[in-house]
């Protein structure tokens, strides 16, 4: 099976090309791609913790990345970090130990910073 996305658990080949299209911005006039993106994410979810934790974190990591992506168009890094907030959000929700509330607070530490110095790039 191809691992084009090795952070994620699930390879369905029509979510990794979703997956690509997000992170190579290859329709960026088109952001209802990040929402179906979610949805089909969601329908696949695992009911284990575990697994969900790691897809929400996976779902981070990609949005971070495009957002970081300085060759792809101003608008959809700015949707990209629009949508970030979702995965954090289910995060928060499956935070089940000291150790997850610290990887929790590390993530959304890591999109501040990163957001500050991607920031210029972004205002155009």
């Keep these: ?3 084009c996305f ?3 658990e699930h390879q369905d080949p029509a979510i990794n ?9 290859e329709e ?3 952001p209802s791609l990040v929402l179906i993106w979610f949805s089909m994410e969601e329908a696949m979810a695992s009911t284990c913790k575990q ?3 790691s897809l929400y ?7 971070l990345d495009t957002l970081s992506d300085d060759m ?6 700015l949707w990209c970090l629009d949508n970030i907030y979702k995965p954090l959000s ?13 990887e929790l607070e590390k993530l959304f530490y890591e999109l501040r910073v990163t957001s500050q110095f991607f920031k210029p790039g972004l205002a155009h």
Excluded: T
């Excluded at 974190?57 to 949005?63: D, F, G, N, P, S």
């Excluded at 792809?72 to 890094?77: P, T, V």
């Design 51 to 53: 697994a969900a934790w």
């Design 90 to 102: 289910a995060l928060s929700r499956l935070v089940g130990s000291d150790e997850q509330k610290q």
């Design 28 to 30: 960026v006039d088109n």
């Design 72 to 77: 792809l168009a101003g608008h959809w890094r």
């Design 6 to 8: 090795p952070q994620f």
């Design 1 to 3: 099976m191809c691992q």
């Design 17 to 25: 090309v979703l997956r690509h299209k997000i992170r190579h911005g």
């Design 57 to 63: 974190v996976a779902e981070y990591r990609l949005l």
